[in-house]
């Protein structure tokens, strides 16, 4: 069956819809662990490297 011009609409709006959301994830989780990695950094110099810090974890 060929597809209707709506379902083809539909089609790219769910494709442009992942796209969306899958860059502001990306953004998101980049955003999140810069600060964990800069809270990592700011507790290393004040503790000296090993000292008590959460690990850094990217996600």
């Known amino acids: ?3 209707t ?11 442009f819809n992942s796209i969306i ?4 994830c990306d953004l998101s989780v980049q955003y999140l662990s810069g600060i964990k990695y800069n ?4 507790c290393s110099i004040e503790n000296g490297v090993g ?3 959460p690990p850094y974890a990217i996600y």
Not at 6 to 13: A, G, L, Y
Not at 39 to 42: C, R
């Open 51 to 53: 000292g008590q810090c």
């Open 39 to 42: 809270e990592y950094l700011a």
């Open 21 to 24: 959301y899958g860059t502001l």
């Open 5 to 15: 011009h709506v379902e083809k609409q539909q089609k790219e709006f769910k494709l």
């Open 1 to 3: 069956m060929p597809t």
